[in-house]
C-alpha cells in the first residue's frame, strides 16, 4: 500500500513514487509533496526507513 501526495509521512524515510520511479526523502509528520516535474504517479513507496 502506497501513500498519496499531501498524506502525513508516517516515517522518516526514502520514499520512491510509482510512477517515475524518483525517490524522495521525507520527514515524519509532514505531507509527502506531489512528485517533481509535473510528474502523474500518485502514489510512493517507502523504500528505507531512517531515524
Ligand atoms: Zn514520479
Do not use: D
Not at 524522495?24 to 516535474?37: H, I, L, M
Not at 502514489?43 to 531515524?51: G, S
Amino acid at each position: 500500500m502506497g501513500y498519496r501526495p499531501g498524506n502525513i509521512v508516517p516515517q522518516s524515510g526514502i520514499y520512491r513514487c510509482n510512477k517515475c520511479g524518483n525517490e524522495v526523502t521525507c520527514v515524519k509528520g509532514e505531507p509527502f509533496p506531489p512528485c517533481a516535474n509535473g510528474c502523474s504517479g500518485n502514489e510512493y513507496y517507502l523504500v528505507r526507513a531512517t531515524n
